[in-house]
């Protein structure tokens, strides 16, 4: 449900009407936006909550970090470097050098 202020008159002679959604049980009232009133219009500015795209990025940005540490943890990008790859190498290496 939404609930209008009590109008505030600025200096310059704009009225302002603050908006605020008023939820169910005893959670507190969130802001809307504000409409301002003057001689030539009415403009409607809604309330954005920065916190709420802060938190969407952060957590974007965590699960982008973990997939990826899982992705290279499961299967590093670099090649295996155990005994029997290395004498595999040093073979195939030594058999390219010999003189045919």
């Not at 009590?6 to 200096?11: I, K, S, W």
């Not at 403009?43 to 795209?53: E, G, I, K, Y």
């Not at 982008?64 to 004498?87: D, H, Q, S, Y």
């Amino acid at each position: 449900m939404l609930v209008f202020g009590e109008p505030y008159e600025a200096t310059n002679g704009t009225g302002i009407v603050t908006v605020s959604n008023k939820s169910w049980g005893h959670r507190p009232e969130h802001p809307v936006g504000i409409y301002t009133i003057n001689a030539e219009n009415t403009m409607w500015t809604p309330a954005v909550d920065t916190s709420r795209h802060t938190l969407i990025g952060v957590c974007t940005g965590f699960a982008a970090a973990v997939i990826g540490t899982i992705a290279v943890l499961r299967r590093p990008p670099w090649p295996e470097m155990t005994e029997r790859v290395m004498t595999a190498l040093a073979q195939a290496r030594i058999s390219e050098n010999r003189p045919r």
